[in-house]
């Protein structure tokens, strides 16, 4: 009887991952699946199976810090219950293996179907730390974490060990791991104590602004530059959570002029609602010692504890098709897949002109989403962003220029630009907008509409 020894069988696996047994027993020797079938089991618990039947396919497991034990991949409800829906192993050179009991509610292709990953499952990469909020829990967590202080320095393994730590509050409905999720245990347990009255919010948010900037409250990790905090309110007798950016408390020319933009997100998300018909993020501004906040519900959670799943483009995107980061152009790649509706390409379509014709300079691929389906997601993080103060304090003068569409687009701009011209005039007539920038807004809905008449 034929003997694979089990150093060969080894290294093999380690150098050629996700390999089927036909192509296993060839680079054996010609070795039979009888034999092969004994050597693997031989190995035991280091290698992994995933695919059914004629797709079944091996990889040796990696250790992440030492540890090869599998890490539990939990789902929380929209009422606020935990299901164990799969487990994750890493496999030799890279990539990840996902052991499903229960589907992701996603876009999967033939490989993902059957488990495996080149990376990490793109859910789970979408719950990275990032933005304000990630680089404010990297700078506290890094050196308990063993991790970069930059989480735009991590490597996949470090992303898998912090989020199976700490990960119990990251977007979407995903916890990583029996240690973060028992993280999200004690936060059940303390009880809905943390949902702040206005009375509450209005002393409690500038303390929190304080915490944020000076010690880094990172709460969750949704992406983006502003400066921000979580919390948990009681709106309208309703149970939300909010992400809540601020603006800084003194009268410099910098600090009006970002609380002048936390007001136009607020004031676009309204246009967008009743002019574009587009689902948005409910948000509030308030107004507490000195500073301006934006209050923006998250639409991924739930009354107590409850969780629904999303994910950003981005993920989407560089899993499944690798294209363009052009929203337009990514969305179309997605109807041509079958995931998407014509209706929600169109959404897209005139959100990112509507971007773009109120000097949006930052639609990155973190600023939209999408729920199972694939449906768009409330949108989000719509805000003039050219007129951002420079990193050194300047409000520096920025000539407004509208993007003009190619013929075969002009139908799709021109609800937009009907849009952004209500924007503009919209924000010029706000009183909590400073005076100068309220003359800006005036000055730009008119070459708009210009542009929008000819």
């Known amino acids: 009887m034929t003997k ?7 290294k093999t696996l380690r150098t050629n991952p996700r390999t089927g047994s036909a192509e296993l027993c060839a680079k054996l020797g010609g070795i039979s699946r009888a034999t092969l079938t004994r050597a693997l089991k031989g190995l035991g618990p280091s290698v992994i199976s995933g695919g059914g039947s ?26 606020g219950q935990g299901h164990e829906i799969g487990l994750l192993s890493l496999t030799y050179p890279e990539g990840s293996c996902l052991t499903n009991q229960e589907s992701l509610p996603w876009p999967l292709d033939k490989d993902m179907r059957d488990g495996w990953f080149e990376g990490l499952p793109y859910p789970v990469l979408d719950m990275r730390p990032q933005g304000f909020l990630g680089r404010n829990f990297a700078k506290i967590h890094a050196v308990d974490l063993s991790v970069p202080d930059s989480p735009d320095n991590w490597s996949d393994d470090d992303v898998i060990h912090t989020l199976s730590l700490m990960g119990h509050d990251q977007p979407g409905d995903l916890i990583l791991g029996e240690a973060a999720y028992r993280r999200f245990l004690e936060h059940v347990r303390r009880g809905d104590a943390r949902f702040l009255s206005n009375a509450q919010a209005e002393e409690n948010y500038p303390r929190l602004a304080d915490i944020a900037m000076t010690h880094g409250d990172a709460g969750s990790s949704a992406g983006g530059e502003f400066p921000k905090f979580t919390s948990s309110r009681l709106l ?11 603006s800084g408390a003194d009268n410099s020319a910098a600090v009006r002029r970002w609380s002048d933009l936390l007001i136009c997100e607020h004031l676009a998300a309204s246009i967008m609602a009743n002019a574009l018909q587009v689902s948005i993020s409910e948000s509030t501004i308030c107004q507490y010692a000195g500073r301006t906040f934006l209050e923006v519900v998250r639409f991924d959670r739930h009354g107590d504890f409850g969780r629904s799943p999303v994910c950003t483009i981005g993920s989407l995107n560089a899993a499944l098709v690798g294209g363009s ?58 805000l003039p962003m050219m007129y951002a103060p420079a990193s050194g304090g300047e409000v520096p003068v920025k000539l407004y220029s509208p993007a003009l569409p190619l013929p075969a687009e002009s139908s799709i701009w021109r609800q937009s630009a009907r849009a952004a011209v209500q924007f503009w005039d919209t924000c010029s007539e ?25």
Not at 4 to 10: A, E
Not at 63 to 73: E, K
């Open 236 to 246: 309208n007798q309703r149970k939300v959570d909010v992400i809540v950016k601020f």
């Open 54 to 79: 004629r797709r079944t396919r091996y990889a040796l497991r990696r250790p992440l810090r030492g540890n090869t034990a599998p890490i539990p991949l939990y789902r929380i409800d929209e009422n």
């Open 430 to 454: 706000d009183r909590r907008i400073s005076p100068n920038f309220r003359r800006i807004c005036e000055d730009n809905s008119k070459i708009l509409a210009h542009f929008l008449a000819r």
């Open 325 to 382: 980061v052009d929203w337009p152009k990514t969305v179309q790649a997605f109807m041509d897949k079958g995931w998407l509706s014509g209706e929600d390409v169109t959404r897209v379509t005139l959100i990112w002109w509507f971007g773009r014709l109120i000097g949006n300079t930052d639609m990155h691929e973190g600023n939209i989403a999408f729920r199972p389906g694939l449906t768009l997601a409330p949108t989000y993080d719509m």
């Open 4 to 10: 694979i020894n089990t150093d060969t069988l080894t």
